[in-house]
């Protein structure tokens, strides 16, 4: 067991965690944050997607030891105060959910690339979710969602 | 899927990791981003009881320029490789490589090094322990023999790390410390050629940088891969080629080919790049694409059969050579 020190969705937590245990398995089991999703498990199918830092990881191949002193973002700590972050608005007015398992993780695929690049384009969002896979919605109505959010972030 | 049990060591300097790395001799290994080592941990094709993190030392990461040559740490991400504007001025090869490994994750969490040293990949090694617990281990699992040729003496799993060809075209070099001190050696003799052990590296040392000399005036080049999705995917087959030319339009003074994904180490075409020296790449050009059809010996049930392989090898090889001679010439 390891002590370490993170932050997640703003909260600071201090948790003693197991050497082999990863990040997925820390935010599900310990935190109680099931949003980021187990699918693969071995790191293909991008539905484990957190932000760490600034950067998309797939959780469910990272250590949890490895975070100490991170910063890390869930699904669950987009929305403000009852209020859905414009990610989550554009995917659900855009009918960009449909089975809903991978898209915690594209959206905080999408979430990273629009911290970094406000204005992306569409080539820019169709690789930033490039990652994530999703067997319902053929990608178009997730990628015109976080086209539709950049847009209404900006104005 | 839960990982085995072992113990998490992060050192603050390369000589305590080596020191680590010596002290638990066989039982120890290295994780930099993790990304290919964690999912072997899972499946148990490899079974480590120390765990040594590099992410800790601080002067493995970034990139140095010097008059000559280019200085990149080994935990350098792939992410900032691509994105990095000294790379993309000096060795845009070696962005364009990094820029089509695994998905936007896979590069945020890997590393330079780390993709040096990928393991090779084989239809009946990259699995689950119980889906390879059906039959007895092959050669790459500690076993007598090997399921994809039966009758073969060794284990023929695939290479297929994308930065390794582009920088090997390159004449790139790495920087290797371990046990004896620090060494540096060409980046080609990094690779064995043994399915089972492709890396040339003891388990004590670990790789700290790759020094890439800067490309001479006229110069083009071009990785070219393809896979089965436009992410993700390893690659079915890989070229990455490296020209340089007397004048603009002129004759070929340097080439290197280096094919990715046919067999166990990333391998130049020595016949091919001979073809086109002191030549005009359009006199050449489809000699060597045909050189390198003829010399590449990819085998069945590694991602496709060998003669599609064997083809792609001569597209890929071709449509590189003519972008890097377009890139010569300004363009693009
Ligand atoms: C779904 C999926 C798709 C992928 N697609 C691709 C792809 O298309 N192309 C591709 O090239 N890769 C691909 N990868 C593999 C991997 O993500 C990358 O190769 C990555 O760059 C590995 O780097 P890492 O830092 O995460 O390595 P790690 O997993 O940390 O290490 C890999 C190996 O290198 C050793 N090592 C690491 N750093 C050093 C060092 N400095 N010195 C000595 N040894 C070291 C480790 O001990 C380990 O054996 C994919 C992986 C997954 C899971
Ligand atoms: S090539 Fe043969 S020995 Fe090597 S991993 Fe595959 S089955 Fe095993
Ligand atoms: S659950 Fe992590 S990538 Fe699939
Ligand atoms: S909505 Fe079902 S997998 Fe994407």
Redesign the pocket.
């Known amino acids: 067991m390891t002590n370490i020190n993170f932050v997640v969705n703003g909260i600071r937590h201090q948790l003693a965690v197991k050497d082999n245990e990863t990040l997925l398995d820390v935010l599900r089991d310990r935190l109680g944050l099931t949003g980021a999703k187990k699918g693969c498990d071995?790191?293909?199918c991008g539905t484990c997607t957190v932000v760490v830092d600034g950067e998309p990881i797939?959780s469910c191949?990272t250590l949890a030891v490895e975070m100490e002193g991170k910063r890390i973002t869930t699904i669950e700590g987009l929305a403000q105060n009852g209020e859905l972050h414009p990610l989550q608005k554009a995917f659900h007015e855009h009918g960009a959910v449909q089975c809903g398992f991978c898209t915690p993780g594209m959206i905080m695929s999408g979430k990273a690339l629009l911290d970094k690049n406000p204005k992306p384009t569409e080539q820019e969002v169709r690789r930033a979710i490039s990652g994530n896979s999703c067997r319902c919605t053929g990608y178009d109505k997730p990628v015109k969602a976080i086209l539709a959010a950049a847009e209404a972030e900006i104005q | 899927m839960y990982l085995p049990q072992f113990k998490y060591l992060k050192p603050g300097t390369v000589a305590e990791a080596v020191a680590m790395l010596s002290e638990y001799q066989g039982g120890a290994?290295?994780?930099?981003?993790?990304?290919?080592?964690?999912?072997?941990l899972k499946h148990q094709i490899?079974n480590l009881r120390y765990v040594v993190d590099?992410k800790g030392i601080s002067n493995?990461y970034g990139i140095v320029s010097r008059a000559d040559e280019m200085e990149i740490g080994?935990?350098t991400k792939?992410s900032a490789i691509e994105s990095s504007p000294e790379i993309l001025n000096k060795a845009l090869l070696l962005a364009q490589a990094a820029s089509?490994?695994?998905?936007p994750q896979?590069?945020s969490?890997?590393?330079?090094?780390?993709?040096?040293?990928?393991?090779t990949r084989c239809y009946y090694f990259n699995q689950s322990k119980r889906w390879r617990q059906s039959r007895p281990p092959c050669y790459k699992t500690g076993g007598d023999r090997c399921y994809v040729a039966a009758k073969s003496p060794m284990c023929h799993a695939v290479y297929?790390?994308?930065?390794a060809p582009a920088l090997i075209a390159l004449g790139a070099r790495v920087r290797i410390v371990g046990p004896e001190g620090e060494r540096e050696q060409e980046l080609e003799l990094l690779y064995s050629g043994n399915g089972k052990r492709p890396?040339n590296?003891d388990a004590q040392?670990?790789?700290?940088s790759v020094i890439i000399p800067i490309s001479p005036p006229y110069a083009g080049h071009a990785y070219e891969?393809y896979?089965l999705r436009e992410a993700?995917?390893?690659?079915v087959v890989g070229a990455a080629v490296a020209l340089s030319f007397e004048q603009p339009g002129g004759v070929c003074t340097r080439a290197r080919i280096v094919l990715n994904a046919v067999g166990t180490a990333p391998s130049r075409v020595e016949e091919a790049e001979k073809s086109l020296l002191g030549r005009k790449l359009e006199e050449a050009l489809e000699e060597a694409a045909e050189l390198a059809y003829q010399s590449a010996r990819p085998i069945h049930r590694m991602g496709g059969s060998p003669y599609y392989k064997k083809k792609l090898v001569k597209v890929l090889t071709r449509r590189a050579l003519e972008k890097a001679g377009s890139m010569a010439i300004g363009n693009v």
């Open positions: 071995i790191g293909e797939l191949i | 290994g290295v994780i930099a981003g993790g990304s290919d080592l964690i999912v072997k490899v590099l493995l080994a935990l792939l089509v490994v695994g998905g896979h590069r969490m890997g590393t330079l090094g780390g993709n040096l040293c990928l393991d297929s790390g994308d930065t890396i590296l040392s670990i790789i700290t891969k896979r993700v995917d390893f690659p």
